[in-house]
C-alpha cells in the first residue's frame, strides 16, 4: 500500500507542474501549489504506512506522525528537520485551497522543491528499509 501512496504523491506533483507550466491563468499557482502540498503529504502517508501501518486522519496530524518516525529510527535522525516541510506544506494548505490568497511564481518553485525534496528522501527510506 505504501507504494500506491508514493506513486499517487509523484502523480500530484507531476500535475502541478503541469498546471504551473501549461494554463495561462491567474489560478494555476494556488491550485499548483496545493497539488504540491498533496504530494508532500501523500509521501509521508507512504512513510507512516509503511512503517506504522497508519496515516493521518487531519492533514494536521501528520507532522506529529513523521516525528514519531524519527523517534522510532525509521527516518534518520539526519531527516528530523523535514518535519518543516511538512509543517510549512500545512500552513499553505488552506491559504491555497480556500481562502484564495495570491501565490506567485516564485511561491510554486519553493514549494515545488520542497516537495521533490521530500519525495526524493521518501523514496530513499522506502527502499532502503524493504
Not at 3 to 11: D, G, I, N, P, V
Not at 55 to 72: M, P, Q
Not at 81 to 105: G, L, T, V, W
Request: aromatic residues 14%; glycine residues 2%; charged residues 35%.
Amino acid at each position: 500500500m505504501e507504494k500506491s501512496y508514493f506513486e499517487q504523491a509523484k502523480l500530484w506533483l507531476e500535475g502541478a507542474k503541469y498546471v504551473a507550466d501549461n494554463f495561462d491563468s491567474k489560478d494555476r499557482y494556488p491550485v499548483a501549489i496545493a497539488m504540491s502540498i498533496h504530494a508532500i503529504i501523500k509521501s509521508n502517508d507512504a512513510l507512516t504506512f509503511k512503517f506504522m501501518n497508519v496515516t493521518a486522519k487531519r492533514h494536521d496530524d501528520a507532522r506529529r506522525l513523521y516525528e514519531d518516525l524519527i523517534k522510532r529510527n525509521f527516518v534518520k535522525a539526519e531527516y528530523s528537520n523535514y518535519k518543516q516541510i511538512i509543517q510549512d506544506a500545512i500552513n499553505e494548505k488552506a491559504k491555497a485551497e480556500y481562502r484564495i490568497a495570491y501565490f506567485s511564481k516564485n511561491d510554486f518553485d519553493e514549494m515545488k522543491r520542497k516537495a521533490e525534496k521530500f519525495i526524493k528522501m521518501v523514496g530513499g527510506t522506502i527502499k532502503q528499509k524493504a
